[in-house]
């Protein structure tokens, strides 16, 4: 059974930077497309970041290119996302997510951490 955690997340000020991290367990990490989404209280679940199974193919929301990187080891297990420059705005609860297959910037994926939150504060 595949299970992805989460870490990393918290309470940070405004232009901090921040490395969330998401491991996965129970399954061939290499064989998955990852992908991080966050969701802020009254909106949707949106894509922020994905790397193919790889790691050459790489998605980054276009409103936070610049600020959001996403890297995967595939050798640890493991997919990272990191942000500079943090905004209000970025609060939310950041999810990892898996799927076999390619890349998808909608929530179609497999399988899901349990979400991290990120709260940025002014």
């Known amino acids: 059974q595949v299970q992805l955690v989460e870490s990393g997340g918290g309470l940070v000020q405004v232009g901090d930077s921040l490395s969330l991290s998401c491991t996965m367990s129970?399954?061939?990490?290499?064989?998955?497309?990852m992908a991080w989404f966050r969701q802020a209280p009254g909106k949707e679940r949106e894509c922020v970041a994905a790397k193919s199974r790889s790691g050459i193919g790489t998605y980054i929301r276009d409103s936070l290119k610049g600020r959001f990187t996403i890297s995967r080891d595939n050798n640890k297990n493991a997919v990272y996302l990191q942000i500079i420059s943090l905004k209000p705005e970025d609060t939310a609860i950041y999810y990892c997510a898996a799927r076999s297959g390619q890349i998808m910037t909608t929530p179609d994926y497999e399988y899901w951490g349990q979400g991290i939150q990120v709260t940025v504060s002014s």
């Open positions: 129970g399954g061939t990490f290499s064989a998955y497309a």
